[in-house]
């Protein structure tokens, strides 16, 4: 496994749209590699292929807390089927670096993608998972969150120093993921 350099805000590569992976090759098994390891190192806890240069429609997720076993998730050509509520919380990107905002998203999704034995499964998540899978989503169609911000964004060091920084930080596990 190898670091893939992460691309930041303002590369063109970040406001294109990817497309579908059509089967599982061994360069494509390599790259989520890759992804993983770079999530891990960035302290991310999602990433897309465009964020490291490959624009293709898949990304990976893992919200475990520190301290806790590592849970990648693998989402490749997701589809959106539906999405509920609305949730509001503090957004940050790996590329871009050091800022955070407050975005509003549904705190409910349904969706369709394929894992990487390119099984496809059927996913409901809600409130942090739902939040970094739509996250994740809008990269594939070259949408970066700054785009959907509700108020400035802000700088991580000012908003560590501040009481209510703690991000909430439930519902990490999905709902329920049936295979189709
Ligand atoms: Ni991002």
Same mark, same amino acid.
């Given at each position: 496994?190898? %670091?893939?350099?992460?691309?930041?805000?303002?590369?063109?590569? %970040?406001?294109?749209?990817?497309?579908?992976?059509?089967?599982?090759?061994?360069?494509?098994?390599?790259?989520?590699? =890759?992804?993983?390891?770079?999530?891990?190192?960035?302290?991310?806890?999602? %990433?897309?292929?465009?964020?490291?240069?490959?624009?293709?429609?898949?990304?990976?997720?893992?919200?475990?807390?520190? &301290?806790?076993?590592?849970?990648?998730?693998?989402?490749?050509?997701?589809?959106?089927?539906?999405?509920?509520?609305?949730?509001?919380?503090?957004? &940050?990107?790996?590329?871009?670096?050091?800022?955070?905002?407050?975005?509003?998203?549904?705190?409910?999704?349904?969706?369709?993608?394929?894992?990487? =034995?390119?099984?496809?499964?059927?996913?409901?998540?809600?409130?942090?998972?739902?939040?970094?899978?739509?996250?994740?989503?809008?990269?594939?169609? &070259?949408?970066?969150?700054?785009?959907?911000?509700?108020?400035?964004?802000?700088?991580?060091?000012?908003?560590?120093?501040?009481? =209510?920084? =703690?991000?909430?930080?439930?519902?990490?596990?999905?709902?329920?993921?049936?295979?189709?």
């Amino acid at each position: 496994m190898a %670091l893939r350099e992460i691309r930041l805000q303002g590369d063109p590569i %970040l406001y294109k749209e990817s497309r579908p992976v059509e089967k599982m090759t061994q360069r494509t098994s390599i790259l989520i590699d =890759d992804m993983i390891e770079t999530m891990y190192d960035g302290e991310g806890i999602g %990433l897309a292929a465009p964020q490291v240069g490959i624009l293709r429609r898949l990304f990976v997720i893992d919200t475990a807390e520190e &301290g806790e076993e590592n849970h990648p998730l693998v989402f490749i050509n997701p589809e959106i089927l539906e999405t509920k509520g609305e949730q509001s919380g503090t957004e &940050g990107c790996l590329s871009v670096p050091g800022k955070v905002a407050s975005v509003i998203r549904p705190s409910y999704v349904k969706l369709k993608a394929f894992d990487r =034995d390119m099984r496809e499964f059927i996913m409901e998540a809600e409130n942090v998972l739902a939040r970094v899978i739509l996250h994740e989503y809008d990269h594939l169609n &070259g949408h970066l969150y700054p785009e959907k911000a509700d108020g400035p964004l802000l700088d991580v060091e000012d908003i560590e120093e501040s009481d =209510d920084s =703690d991000a909430v930080i439930e519902g990490k596990e999905p709902i329920s993921v049936t295979y189709i």
